[in-house]
């Protein structure tokens, strides 16, 4: 039973386009979002967070947007760039914080085509 | 600016051997938490430590794994006589506070039993 989902496998955009990643919740008691950008053979980078009593965080090419009611986000970044392309996660902190861990989706591959 | 380091990077073990990670964390975090990575799936947490404590092991398998955080020295993730499913990658992330605000990752152990 996926808490997490990311329904994209992948996703190919053109380079100086956006690219849109989307993540869907089924617990809406999660508080805490956050997105990882993870390279091959490499750990995954920790990119861009939102609370939960937020709906949109802005950081440089990326934005993230929280909709509580529909528990969903996204990930937006403008321009994308060939550098970009990786697999792109997003997690969820159960409530409280307390328990530690984060509860990632599978992953979205995205392909950033000059 | 050390990240998450963690060794080996590679390990490969016949079934029955035992297999030890080490993970050392970010230099002023007291948090440490180990997730798998099994192929073609998101992160799966395991466990979450703090100095000579382990705060939540409720993605611990039961039997054959266990972690430790000692007051000196590397967080280790030990696994008994591995089984040709335990082969993944297994990452450990630290971070400055409780919950499941950012964490930092490191590059992983890809272990693989043969």
């Known amino acids: 039973d996926q808490q997490v989902k990311q329904n994209s496998p992948s996703l190919s955009v053109q380079e100086g386009r956006i690219s849109i990643l989307n993540c869907d919740y089924t617990?809406?008691?999660?508080?805490?979002f956050l997105w990882y950008k993870k390279y091959p053979a490499e750990g995954p980078t920790f990119l861009i967070s939102i609370s939960s009593i937020k709906d949109k965080n802005e950081d440089g090419r990326f934005t993230v947007f929280l909709n509580k009611s529909a528990k969903h986000l996204s990930l937006h970044i403008v321009p994308s760039q060939p550098g970009d392309s990786a697999v792109y996660f997003c997690a969820a902190s159960p409530p409280g914080g307390s328990q530690g861990n984060l509860i990632f989706g599978k992953g979205t591959k995205l392909s950033v085509k000059p | 600016n050390a990240g998450v380091m963690q060794n080996p990077r590679h390990l490969v073990r016949r079934r029955g051997q035992e297999a030890r990670l080490r993970c050392s964390p970010m230099k002023g975090h007291s948090h440490v938490y180990w997730y798998r990575q099994l192929p073609e799936e998101g992160l799966k947490f395991m466990v979450y430590?703090?100095?000579?404590?382990?705060?939540?092991e409720s993605g611990m398998p039961k039997e054959r794994f266990s972690a430790e955080f000692p007051k000196e020295g590397p967080s280790i993730l030990r696994i008994q006589q591995v089984v040709r499913g335990d082969s993944a990658a297994y990452f450990c992330?630290?971070?400055?506070?409780?919950?499941?605000?950012?964490?930092?990752f490191g590059p992983g152990t890809r272990l693989t039993v043969t």
């Open positions: 992330a630290s971070s400055t506070r409780t919950g499941g605000y950012e964490q930092y």
């Open positions: 430590l703090q100095k000579e404590n382990i705060i939540d």
């Open positions: 617990n809406s008691m999660f508080d805490y």
